[in-house]
């Protein structure tokens, strides 16, 4: 697409996108409480200017923003649009080839943290509502909003609020896009994601650092005590070794797997994709089953003992790691969480102590793929992208939509806007300007094609 000769509204659109991103609303960081503040306020103005009421709901950290249409007369169907406005830290700016809250457009994207994850793709349906509120005809269908700033710390918050919160969320619907195409030119509707189980594990050993010549080989060193552990929990296949972990796992039915064939997929243009050696994980099982369907176990950031330049001969007093488990339907983190103490408290070495301390927990979740939602969306799509979308799962995890499931009793909407190699979490995150203003039009389109549906069958 040309950039520059975008029209009018593409421009207006493309502006609030780079103004949102400017705001480093990172909900991790407490010496930025008041830019997620800042970042919420910007939705209010935006979806306030546009008509919708909007309300600014405190929380104890972050406020959510909830914003509806005008509500029609007779019958309707209700929906309920998720988003989040916070986003993850940047991480090493050094890494970064453009400032990452400075959004800079290359090769047809635009570049900065939050740029998909989720400023950009949650900004595609406040663009098309905004739009839908104010047509000439008047909405013939119900939109609400739930926009937070607590996604990327486990929106626990808005778990705990839920129950008093349910009678004004109440939708039919609920429509996400935090998620991905299934690659360049195949869009998708997301069936299913990965819930999480998060932890941090910190091994205790001596009361200070010590000299490894001085006292190396006479007490239990620490850091050398978390391998072990850390390594007790997984086996060399990739198969997690924790007693009971897999009791609830129940196997994919035979259609999914036999559709997940049929997916232009190539396991060799995946591996250069993610620049590895080779491809590894649980035997028996595609890349695609291991990475939407498989439990899974990772290590995501260990520290202990000397970091520094050169070489410091220290027998570390304390080492730590923090870890997940990617979780599949019907295991539950709580009962993860008991199986991971008695795994700890078994296989820890003697001459330590720990504390394993749980972060955030939340189930997987699934859609029933026969709905008359997902055949809404699937048009929407079509007639945007051209291309029929592929039925697909993704492996990484919305906390809160398990919740939404149970507790408001909609149907789900995972229709996600991203690429693959969008960088989510790490340096020179990205969304293809494009894609920002197709899933303005495809989120337009399913606005009409749900008009069509009358109220929930
Ligand atoms: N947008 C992601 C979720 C996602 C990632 C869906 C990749 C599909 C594919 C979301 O913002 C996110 O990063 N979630 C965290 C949750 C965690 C911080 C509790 C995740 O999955 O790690
Ligand atoms: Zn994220």
Redesign the pocket.
């Known amino acids: 697409m040309n950039l520059d000769q975008l029209d009018p509204q593409q421009q207006s659109d493309l502006n609030d996108w780079m103004e949102l991103i400017r705001i480093p609303s990172i909900s991790s960081d407490t010496s930025r409480v008041s830019d997620v503040e800042r970042a919420a306020d910007w939705l209010v103005e935006k979806l306030s200017m546009s008509g919708l009421t909007v309300e600014k709901i405190p929380t104890k950290r972050h406020p959510m923003i909830f914003a509806e249409t005008a509500k029609p007369d007779g019958d309707h169907v209700t929906v309920l649009v998720y988003g989040?406005y916070d986003v993850?830290p940047a991480g090493d700016e050094s890494l970064w080839t453009s400032p990452p809250f400075e959004p800079t457009i290359r090769d047809g994207n635009l570049y900065a943290r939050g740029a998909t994850?989720?400023k950009g793709q949650m900004l595609t349906h406040v663009q098309s509502v905004c739009r839908y509120a104010n047509q000439a005809s008047g909405p013939k269908i119900h939109i609400k909003l739930m926009i937070e700033g607590e996604?990327?710390?486990?929106?626990a918050n808005l778990d705990e609020m839920l129950p008093q919160l349910s009678d004004k969320l109440a939708c039919d619907v609920l429509v996400i896009s935090?998620?991905?195409q299934f690659a360049d030119g195949q869009p998708a509707i997301?069936l299913g994601?990965r819930g999480?189980a998060?932890y941090e594990l910190s091994v205790y050993g001596p009361g200070r650092d010590l000299h490894s010549g001085a006292f190396g080989g006479t007490v239990m060193n620490p850091a050398i005590a978390l391998c072990h552990l850390m390594s007790s929990m997984i086996d060399a296949e990739g198969r997690i070794a924790i007693d009971g972990f897999y009791d609830s796992v129940k196997p994919q039915s035979e259609s999914e797997i036999e559709a997940w064939k049929n997916l232009p997929h190539d396991d060799e243009t995946y591996r250069e994709s993610v620049g590895a050696i080779e491809l590894f994980g649980e035997s028996g099982f595609s890349t695609n089953q291991r990475r939407w369907a498989r439990p899974t176990f990772d290590i995501n950031g260990l520290t202990s003992g000397h970091q520094g330049e050169g070489v410091m001969t220290v027998l570390p007093s304390t080492a730590s790691a923090k870890f997940?488990f990617r979780l599949v339907p019907d295991q539950d983190p709580q009962a993860i969480s008991r199986a991971l103490q008695d795994h700890v408290q078994k296989h820890c070495p003697k001459g330590v102590r720990y504390d394993l301390k749980a972060d955030?927990g939340?189930g997987a979740m699934v859609v029933d793929a026969d709905s008359p939602f997902v055949d809404a969306a699937a048009n929407a799509i079509t007639d945007t992208f051209g291309v029929s979308p592929v039925l697909i799962r993704?492996?990484?995890?919305?906390?809160i939509v398990g919740r939404f499931q149970e507790v408001l009793r909609c149907d789900c909407l995972l229709l996600?806007w991203g690429l693959d190699d969008d960088n989510?979490?790490a340096p020179d995150e990205k969304f293809r300007i494009a894609d920002y203003f197709r899933g303005i039009d495809a989120s337009g389109r399913l606005w009409q094609e749900l008009e069509g549906i009358g109220k929930k069958p």
């Open positions: 989040h993850q994850d989720d996604e990327e710390v486990g929106s935090d998620s991905s997301t994601l999480i998060t997940s955030h939340a993704e492996g990484g995890s919305i906390p996600g989510l979490h």
